[in-house]
């Protein structure tokens, strides 16, 4: 029976879904472009509205790097206009105005204007302007660069967005951090034939982990036969194919994502212990989805006096202030090897199984070997004889020694803290060393001993 991880799901939808300062700055930003607009054509109440993510309420924070941003619509064209003539128009008419001259990003399909950074990411809206279909089923048209204007209905989709219910919500919203989270597969499905696709798998199931796992389990069913992208039609517009430009590369590369989130949650289906269910979540949905702390399973720093010294190895220890040295940390996820944000030391709880790449940062005037320290601490390593405490060269998985000293991996295994560290050492004197880099472990079954 799966563990009980409401309160995890809860906070993490609560740390990738925006709120202050974000809220209110999309918000003012879209009273703001939204009043120009319509003074500018002089449009009639409801001619300049929302559309996407943000009105449909699935709206998410970006990773970091990322962006956040708004859609407006503006039934502003006219039936002669051309297509390109109608973008320039609304580009030459934001131009105008100083409050935008200097925001103004010209795009295919829209035009856009940046807006500063925040603690969350850059921050644009987006304008398209369109107007009044001249043939059903479309309500309106919309125009593209170097193309002719086509058929569109983003008020009609937004109100089947929202007509699917807080759990579909809820859904969409974590999946498409999963998709976020997945390097290879960031740009491979775009989010309105993500969120048909969960329409057309998603349980009405309450909990949050069971629902998530059936989905992306039905999902991985529906795609694994396939060979080529499917045609995904418009819910409100079945006349356009939403995937029509879903290359076989992309396509590709979201079925791979696809395989591997499927094993991933049967997994945390089938785990009976919370830490390791937990884990296996945060491997699908990256850092915001919260796991046991340290301070939590009571980990802390044992004895490290059984590890080597640099005088059994012959070194003298001469620190020159030209010298240092500083370690970096990324979790390896995944079979394929993508990796999740760097690891910082003394961090959140890590799971068995898991390997570590570590790379020194080094100052150096002149050449130094590289050379690595692990010290593992605990009763769990102390029982089965993994108290590690050598001085290495920087070595693979399978222990084989890399000709690039600046790296160094490691695997996950004993439930306690543990250490590592670099040195830098010239003719038999260490240089320089860097601080203690801190691992928290946790090994299914192994309470933390000293």
Known sequence: MAVDLRANFAEFLLNISLGDPQVPRMDSAARTVSDFLTRSYGLQ???????????????IEPVAGGEYDIDLVAVCCGA??????????????FRSDGRFRDRVKRKNPCVRLEYAGDDVGDFHVDVVPCRRSRSLPAPLEVPRRGADWKDSAPAEYTAWCQAQGELYVRTVKMLKRWRAEQQSVRNAIKSIVLQVLIAGAIPQVADDAARIATTIEALHS????????PAVWNPVLTSENLAAGWSQESFESFKAELAEAAQWVSEAQRSEDPVEASDIWRELFGDDFPTRTPDELGLMLGDISH?????????????????????????????????????????????EGHR????AKVVAPKHVEVWWQVANTGGHARSVGGLRGEIFRGHDLNGNTLS???ENWESTAYTGSHVIRAMLVRDHRLLATSEWFRVNIYAKGRVHRL
Request: no cysteine; hydrophobic share 30%; charged share 25%.
């Open 45 to 59: 109440s409801g001619e300049v509205f929302l559309q996407g993510s943000y009105p449909n309420g699935t709206a």
């Open 80 to 93: 002669g206009d051309e297509a390109g003539e109608a973008l320039n128009e609304l580009e030459r008419r």
């Open 222 to 229: 529906q795609f694994t036969p396939l060979t080529t992208p």
């Open 307 to 351: 590890a080597e010294t640099p005088a059994a190895r012959g070194w003298l220890e001469l620190p020159d202030d030209r010298y240092a040295v500083s370690i970096r940390a990324s979790i390896q996820r995944g079979k394929r090897g993508q990796t999740r944000r760097s690891y910082r030391s003394d961090g959140g709880v890590i799971f």
């Open 356 to 359: 570590l790449h570590f790379t």
């Open 404 to 406: 690039n000293q600046m």
